[in-house]
């Protein structure tokens, strides 16, 4: 039994050497500013080379990790890679077929269309983060479910540049997706955002002094769609 | 419902007006039915010589069972404001801002990429410098103008179709999160 729950066990002997000499170089490692997100993209769920990736990432100060992939993942292969997730202390992101997966402390959260909008959000230093499926990305109620949650980042999994950027600008966030990063027109996108092959670095810092200059909340306008909302309640 | 805006001077061109707004600071009472002067916090709004004020708190104006909407400089970027209208039916907004030239490149697409998600015609009057600049918006991925630069405009609007919109399962989502609006805290 004891086999099962831990799987990490069974690999330690194959992987101990990898885990311990990575470990060793991350000793005393710096931390980008509380003002910068930097997300790091692995190419390759690999046990050795996410090691090697999240090695690298966090080295850079770096502690939030993203996946790609269209094809499934086995359920052994997760719970090894939370597992491994875990002795680093990072969040890690897959977006997987059909479902997105984070893994943070211990857990593994697993979301897909039927997830409400409310159990998908985590912060990251008092930025709030969230994820999107294909349909709801063009759907005027999920955008303003997350303008009343005041999200800064949303990691969408539609492949529409358009709608995308459309979002970005609806809710002054910066949209994520596996290929592009979308910033709000009103930015000038080099200067808030840096992204090369395998690393994206947010500015968010001026996001939220923008956001808190130029949004209000009318909480008159807030009364008005309530108040139709209830009027059409089922 | 024919709507003019601009200098009032210019709108005695044109006969059978529902609703005059002058960008220009006075106006010829009884011209139409409605007449208004825009201003940067409110419009002042005159129905038969009787004055009433619309501003954020109180933005419709009903006239002839058509709906229309005022906005100010901020609400250009809120989407509160938009989703408000979208559930409302509104069937026009109009938007009085003072933005300069540069800012105002950049808000065209920003209420460009709002106004897709509604579809609602709006019309955006800038003024800059004592010049009011009218701009009627028509939602498209073009990012296209029907009018632009104008100093008035003399436009017929037809009242929109009631769509009902149901937005699937995401309302339940949005009316859980309305609830407490009035606890949230602000960061």
């Not at chain 1, 130029?214 to 309530?226: F, H, M, P, Q, V």
């Given at each position: 039994?004891?086999?099962?729950?831990?799987?990490?066990?069974?690999?330690?002997?194959?992987?101990?050497?990898?885990?311990?000499?990575?470990?060793?170089?991350?000793?005393?490692?710096?931390?980008?500013?509380?003002?910068?997100?930097?997300?790091?993209?692995?190419?390759?769920?690999?046990?050795?080379?996410?090691?090697?990736?999240?090695?690298?990432?966090?080295?850079?100060?770096?502690?939030?990790?993203?996946?790609?992939?269209?094809?499934?993942?086995?359920?052994?292969?997760?719970?090894?890679?939370?597992?491994?997730?875990?002795?680093?202390?990072?969040?890690?992101?897959?977006?997987?077929?059909?479902?997105?997966?984070?893994?943070?402390?211990?857990?593994?959260?697993?979301?897909?269309?039927?997830?409400?909008?409310?159990?998908?959000?985590?912060?990251?230093?008092?930025?709030?983060?969230?994820?999107?499926?294909?349909?709801?990305?063009?759907?005027?109620?999920?955008?303003?479910?997350?303008?009343?949650?005041?999200?800064?980042?949303?990691?969408?999994?539609?492949?529409?540049?358009?709608?995308?950027?459309?979002?970005?600008?609806?809710?002054?966030?910066?949209?994520?997706?596996?290929?592009?990063?979308?910033?709000?027109?009103?930015?000038?996108?080099?200067?808030?955002?840096?992204?090369?092959?395998?690393?994206?670095?947010?500015?968010?810092?001026?996001?939220?002094?923008?956001?808190?200059?130029?949004?209000?909340?009318?909480?008159?306008?807030?009364?008005?769609?309530?108040?139709?909302?209830?009027?059409?309640?089922? | 419902?024919?709507?003019?805006?601009?200098?009032p001077l210019n709108a005695l061109e044109f006969i059978g007006t529902n609703?005059?707004?002058?960008?220009?600071?006075?106006?010829?009472?009884?011209?139409?039915?409605?007449?208004?002067?825009?201003?940067r916090e409110y419009v002042e709004i005159y129905v038969n010589e009787e004055?009433?004020?619309?501003?954020?708190?109180?933005?419709?104006?009903?006239?002839?069972?058509?709906?229309?909407?005022?906005?100010?400089?901020?609400?250009?970027?809120?989407?509160?404001?938009?989703?408000?209208?979208?559930?409302?039916?509104?069937?026009?907004?109009?938007?009085?801002?003072?933005?300069?030239?540069?800012?105002?490149?950049?808000?065209?697409?920003?209420?460009?990429?709002?106004?897709?998600?509604?579809?609602?015609?709006?019309?955006?009057?800038?003024?800059?410098?004592?010049?009011?600049?009218?701009?009627?918006?028509?939602?498209?991925?073009?990012?296209?103008?029907?009018?632009?630069?104008?100093?008035?405009?003399?436009?017929?609007?037809?009242?929109?179709?009631?769509?009902?919109?149901?937005?699937?399962?995401?309302?339940?989502?949005?009316?859980?999160?309305?609830?407490?609006?009035?606890?949230?805290?602000?960061?």
């Open positions: 039994m004891m086999f099962q729950r831990f799987l990490l066990k069974s690999y330690y002997w194959i992987f101990k050497k990898d885990i311990f000499s990575s470990l060793e170089t991350l000793k005393g490692h710096k931390r980008i500013t509380k003002d910068i997100l930097g997300i790091y993209i692995t190419s390759n769920l690999n046990f050795r080379s996410l090691i090697k990736s999240f090695t690298k990432g966090i080295g850079e100060g770096f502690y939030v990790f993203f996946y790609f992939t269209s094809r499934q993942i086995p359920k052994q292969k997760i719970k090894l890679i939370k597992e491994l997730t875990n002795i680093y202390g990072i969040h890690f992101i897959i977006f997987s077929k059909n479902c997105i997966l984070r893994m943070f402390d211990n857990r593994c959260f697993y979301m897909d269309s039927q997830t409400s909008l409310k159990d998908r959000i985590f912060s990251i230093s008092s930025s709030k983060i969230t994820f999107l499926f294909p349909e709801e990305v063009n759907n005027p109620a999920v955008t303003m479910t997350l303008k009343m949650q005041n999200i800064d980042i949303i990691f969408s999994t539609n492949i529409s540049s358009y709608f995308n950027q459309d979002l970005s600008n609806n809710l002054i966030a910066y949209v994520i997706t596996d290929k592009n990063v979308y910033v709000p027109d009103l930015f000038v996108k080099n200067m808030v955002m840096e992204k090369t092959k395998d690393m994206i670095k947010l500015n968010l810092k001026y996001l939220k002094s923008i956001k808190n200059n130029y949004l209000e909340t009318n909480y008159k306008d807030l009364t008005l769609i309530k108040a139709k909302l209830d009027s059409f309640q089922i | 419902m024919r709507v003019f805006i601009g200098n609703l005059i707004l002058s960008t220009s600071g006075w106006l010829l009472n009884n011209q139409a039915d409605v007449v208004g002067i825009l201003n004055k009433t004020y619309l501003s954020k708190e109180n933005r419709f104006l009903n006239l002839n069972d058509f709906l229309v909407a005022f906005g100010f400089d901020k609400d250009i970027l809120n989407f509160d404001f938009y989703f408000m209208n979208l559930v409302n039916n509104t069937d026009l907004i109009i938007f009085s801002t003072y933005y300069s030239d540069n800012v105002l490149k950049k808000m065209f697409l920003l209420i460009q990429s709002n106004l897709r998600k509604v579809n609602i015609p709006t019309i955006l009057i800038n003024s800059t410098d004592k010049i009011s600049k009218i701009y009627y918006i028509i939602p498209n991925y073009q990012n296209d103008f029907l009018v632009k630069d104008s100093i008035y405009l003399y436009s017929e609007f037809k009242k929109k179709e009631h769509k009902f919109q149901t937005f699937g399962r995401y309302i339940l989502d949005l009316q859980d999160t309305l609830c407490s609006f009035r606890v949230t805290v602000r960061r």
